[in-house]
C-alpha cells in the first residue's frame, strides 16, 4: 500500500508571495494532519481535517490555512510568507475508525524555504 | 494544553548496549502515546505506540513503558544497532492532535 505522499518536496519563495502544499493520503485514512517542523519549534500541529471539516487546529495565525477534498486529500495555504515560515511541512493521516486516537503515519514532507 | 517534555536531547551509546530516552506529559486526558523515528530527509516513522490502558509494549528490540500516575514515559531499545542512529520523537495525545517532545539525536558507536 502507497504510504503519504507530499508535492512539491521543495519549494523556495520570497517573502510576501503565497504558496500552496499538498497532501494524499494513506488509501482509505479518511483523517488528515499537518504539522510544521522547525529547528528552533520542533514539530508543531498545524491542523487536521476529517471528512472535509477541520476538526482541530493550532496556535498558528490566521495566513495558515487548509482544506481537504472529498477524496481525503488535503491542501494547505500560508498567505504572505515571512522568513519564519521556513519549515518542513508534514502531513500525516490516520483511519480514524471509532472516536480514539488512531496511528498517524507521515509524509516524507516538503521542505519550504523563503527568501 | 498538552505540554511534552523529553530527555536527553542527545544520547550516544555503544553498538550493542541499551538506549532509553524519557518523556513526561501534562494533560491527564492525553491516552495515546507514539514514538517516531525520524531519519535525515525523511518524515517521522512511526516505531511503537502504546495507549493508557496499557503499562507495557514490547516489539522484538524496542519497548515501551508508561507510568500513568507518574505521567511519564520511555522509550528502551535494546542490543542498540548502527542503523538505530537518528533522531526519536516521542508525543502524546487525547485526540486527533500529537504533541510532540522537542526530540532526542542517537548516536551508535560502532
Known amino acids: 500500500k502507497a504510504g503519504v505522499t507530499q508535492t512539491p518536496r521543495y519549494l523556495i519563495k520570497t517573502r510576501g508571495q503565497q504558496v500552496t502544499l499538498s497532501c494524499s493520503p494513506i488509501?482509505?485514512?479518511?483523517?488528515v494532519s499537518w504539522y510544521q517542523q522547525t529547528p528552533g519549534q520542533g514539530l508543531q500541529f498545524l491542523f487536521e481535517y476529517f471528512s472535509e471539516t477541520q476538526r482541530n487546529k493550532g496556535n498558528f495565525p490566521g495566513r495558515f490555512s487548509g482544506r481537504q477534498f472529498s477524496n481525503s486529500r488535503s491542501e494547505m495555504n500560508v498567505s504572505t510568507l515571512e522568513l519564519g515560515d521556513s519549515a518542513l511541512y508534514l502531513c500525516?493521516?490516520?483511519?480514524?475508525?471509532?472516536?480514539?486516537?488512531?496511528?498517524?503515519?507521515f509524509g516524507p514532507g516538503t521542505r519550504l524555504l523563503v527568501l | 494544553g498538552e505540554n511534552v517534555e523529553q530527555h536527553p536531547s542527545t544520547l550516544s551509546v555503544q553498538e550493542g548496549d541499551s538506549a532509553v530516552i524519557k518523556c513526561t506529559y501534562s494533560d491527564s486526558a492525553s491516552n495515546y502515546f507514539p514514538w517516531y523515528k525520524q531519519e535525515l530527509g525523511k518524515g517521522p516513522q512511526l516505531i511503537i505506540d502504546?495507549?493508557?490502558?496499557?503499562g507495557e509494549k514490547k516489539d522484538q528490540r524496542i519497548a515501551v513503558t508508561l507510568n500513568k500516575t507518574a505521567k511519564h514515559f520511555s522509550l528502551h531499545i535494546t542490543e542498540t544497532q548502527p542503523e538505530d542512529s537518528a533522531v526519536y520523537f516521542c508525543?502524546?495525545?487525547?485526540?486527533?492532535?500529537?504533541?510532540f517532545g522537542t526530540g532526542t539525536r542517537l548516536t551508535i558507536i560502532p
Open positions: 488509501s482509505g485514512h479518511r483523517s
Open positions: 502504546i495507549r493508557s490502558n496499557v
Open positions: 500525516a493521516s490516520s483511519l480514524f475508525l471509532a472516536g480514539d486516537q488512531e496511528t498517524q503515519y
Open positions: 508525543a502524546a495525545s487525547p485526540i486527533e492532535k500529537l504533541t
